[in-house]
């Protein structure tokens, strides 16, 4: 007897969305990249980061009727870029091996420069980059793997950065004069999400 495996069916209901009172939801795009994360910036722009088609996309609603306009292509061949945050005027795009920045510069964004490099690759690669409530850069780097052990001591962690790409990961330690490792966490497979409580 030979296995087989089946396609699940085609739904037959329509999705629907239970809401509070008060709420309302629509759709306000429509992406066929696989979107992954999302950012607003402070002019209330929508970013958006597609790990398939490495690009990443800005959405606006100028005329305030919930639904945005055509998407605009912000940076385009990156490598499987996922999280971002802003710096002010300056865009943080946490690609496969590292983050890259784009600033703005007269209304216009420019290309993608280095931020923080070498970042290991491969196995979990998704990565999201935050800034804490220390003003500090927070990224998370995945496992290799999904059982074994790491020979790489920045694999399965979140790493500590300051505002300037410098690595800021453990607590000063008095009398040290030689420059922080950037893990501040570890033992963590594949932390793509994470928040501070308030």
């Not at 385009?76 to 590292?98: C, V």
């Not at 993608?112 to 800034?131: A, C, D, Q, R, V």
């Not at 059982?147 to 800021?168: H, Q, W």
Request: hydrophobic residues 40%.
């Amino acid at each position: 007897m030979m296995p087989s495996l089946a396609c699940a069916a085609e739904p037959t209901e329509k999705f629907s969305l239970n809401l509070p009172a008060g709420f309302e939801a629509n759709i306000y795009a429509k992406l066929n990249s696989m979107p992954r994360m999302m950012a607003f910036d402070l002019e209330g722009n929508l970013f958006v980061t597609s790990a398939k088609s490495n690009n990443v996309m800005m959405l606006t609603d100028k005329n305030l009727d919930g639904v945005a306009e055509a998407p605009r292509l912000i940076a385009k061949d990156l490598n499987t870029p996922h999280g971002l945050a802003f710096l002010d005027d300056t865009l943080l795009i946490a690609n496969q091996s590292g983050v890259v920045k784009l600033t703005k510069e007269n209304g216009s964004w420019s290309t993608p420069k280095p931020f923080i490099s070498n970042l290991p690759s491969g196995g979990h690669t998704l990565k999201t980059i935050k800034i804490g409530p220390d003003n500090h850069l927070y990224l998370n780097v995945g496992s290799s793997c999904n059982v074994c052990n790491e020979s790489d001591p920045t694999r399965a962690t979140i790493l500590r950065y300051t505002k300037e790409g410098k690595p800021a990961g453990a607590l000063a330690v008095v009398g040290r004069h030689t420059a922080l490792p950037p893990i501040w966490a570890s033992g963590l497979r594949n932390s793509q999400g994470f928040a501070w409580h308030p």
